[in-house]
DNA sequence: CCCACGTGTTGCAAAAAACGCAACACCTAA
DNA sequence: TTAGGTGTTGCGTTTTTTGCAACACGTGGG
């Protein structure tokens, strides 16, 4: 979009800290740059600049601007899906910002049926530690957030909010395998495989393990979930797992799932939503509300 | 604002309907102005203009886009306006919708009043037929509307909403101007000098004299308040007139305001507010909530 | 200390975009 | 048929934007 390049330009400086390196990555020279950011300067007859020897930084005012530039370009975005769908295209890009506990088998499946449907809508899925998700809605970097237990949830309007049930993973040859349920204080003989610290679902066992007075000691810290699941096979270690995140064919891998009980803490809570208040471009909608049906008809919903 | 060119050529365009009229108040040539268009239809890949002998009409997706471009057009104003505001200059243009029954005295004091206080605060005010006004906040013609008994309250979003008490205006020498209170059946021995059809005291007498089984034969229907104001003074005739368009000093003109009661009948309501889901540029808001203040003191507010 | 590297800014000439003019094609109402 | 309205297009000119190179300034490391 021709008269969006402003914005666009503004938006790139305030996203790189400096002239040159937004420059380059917009495929001008800074000069060009520079010159384009004094004119809107002198248009407005205030800076929005702070100029420091390390590079350029909006001021009060830019950040005022700054907002409305990105909520400029993301509006068009939803203007042209908009047109796009009534010309019966059914265009667009999705942006999804989501953890790893969630993506594993879940998100795949639901975007590979929507290429096949709409092959002109295109993905975009980032993975960032817990918090950075909702976050990176803010400035419109993503359109849609996937996470287990988010941080701020003031910006994060939820469209399904549902529990999950935690699993231990286990050989399938292991002592507690044919267990119907398992308590934490069940695991702590045997070696704990746990995802790194920031993880919502880390979060989660360490809750249940404080609540039975113990600490979780793992021989192996890890935020690649397949590591620890793979560790699990022919040994007695367990691994532990989202009901979203159970691998569909886990008996292939010699491997069980049992129900981790965790009386009287709370499950951990599965959010797909987008920023409050702000209106979704009719291909990201349409999906996120795809999500929504797959995830309510697959786990409970809570209000 | 530069950058803002393309939206302002599609507005000018919808709102004159022709490539040439619109050209010309934009200062600029046909071609120009065309080739414009074209760019633009050609980056959206869609046509947003329907092309008739008799001029441009934009399409659906022209529809959506139009929507857009005037949201987007606001919001610059808006955010020039906090800009401004930040760095103390406490600038802007505020456009008022309202209706003849509403501006004459009170309005006019409290513009001048904001005149003193920032004389960089711009003001346009347009008269206009009841239901119109209303309307113009929809294209974001008119900022802020002032309206008794609106039509179409799904896009006025009311800041103060208060009800109106009814005044008969007549010479100090009249039968009735000694009364404390006036009812309609008392008026008809009288002649009467009524407002024309679609303002909404009209409309309040006419649900009024109905209620009690008549008609209202007015001896001049006129639009100029004044007018009908006027030709009380010396003569028998009855005017009508809403609270808060009474003359400060009607003992000047030997006139007297009684008011007038309508059993059964509820008051007509004044609301001050703005388009519907709209944040106002801070100059306009801050008008709106000093109007707002100024309506709460002088009148009774009704939720 | 100075040197290398980062930053933003500016002069100038070249390239690109936008513009105005005039002509054209079309429709409609007088 | 004519007169006046519409949008569109080719072309030469004007305006704007750009890239290149040089400059000025601040910072951190040898």
């Known amino acids: 979009m021709r008269h969006l390049l402003v914005p666009k330009y503004v938006e790139q400086i305030a996203r790189n800290g400096s002239l040159r390196s937004a420059a380059e990555e917009l495929g001008i020279t800074a000069s060009a740059l520079n010159r384009r950011i004094l004119g809107l300067e002198e248009e407005l007859g205030v800076e929005i600049f702070e100029r420091h020897p390390s590079g350029l930084r909006p001021n009060i005012a830019g950040e005022i601007l700054l907002k409305h530039f990105r909520d400029q370009i993301a509006d068009m975005e939803r203007v042209k899906s908009s047109i796009a769908d009534i010309s019966g295209q ?9 953890t790893r506990e969630v993506v594993q088998y879940f998100l795949p499946a639901l975007i590979k049926e929507s290429l096949i449907d709409f092959p002109a ?13 909702e976050l990176s809605l803010v400035d419109n970097t993503n359109d849609i957030a996937i996470v ?15 529990e999950q049930q935690m699993f231990v993973v286990m050989s399938d040859k292991h002592p507690l395998a044919k267990k119907e349920t398992v308590r934490i204080y069940e695991c702590l003989d ?36 397949d590591l620890l699941r793979l560790m699990s ?22 491997l069980v799932a ?33 999500v929504n049906k797959e995830l309510a008809t697959k786990f409970a919903v809570i209000v």
């Open 258 to 290: 049992v129900p981790l009980l965790t009386p009287g803490i709370a499950p951990g809570a599965l959010i797909a939503g987008h920023l409050r208040g702000r209106t979704l471009p009719v291909a990201a909608a349409r999906f996120l509300e795809t």
């Open 233 to 254: 096979q022919d040994s007695d270690a367990l691994s532990f797992c989202l009901a979203i995140n159970l691998r569909p064919n886990l008996k292939e891998d010699n």
């Open 121 to 133: 809508v295109t993905f975009g899925v980032d993975l960032l530690e817990r918090g950075e998700a």
């Open 190 to 225: 045997y070696a704990l495989l746990l995802p790194k610290r920031p993880e919502g679902i880390r979060r989660m066992l360490d809750i249940a393990a404080e609540k039975t007075d113990t600490t979780l000691i793992p021989v192996l810290e890890s935020n690649s979930l």
């Open 90 to 98: 059914r265009a667009g890009h999705i942006n999804i910002a989501t």
């Open 148 to 162: 287990f237990e988010p941080l701020r949830i003031k910006e994060l309007q939820p469209v399904y909010s549902g």
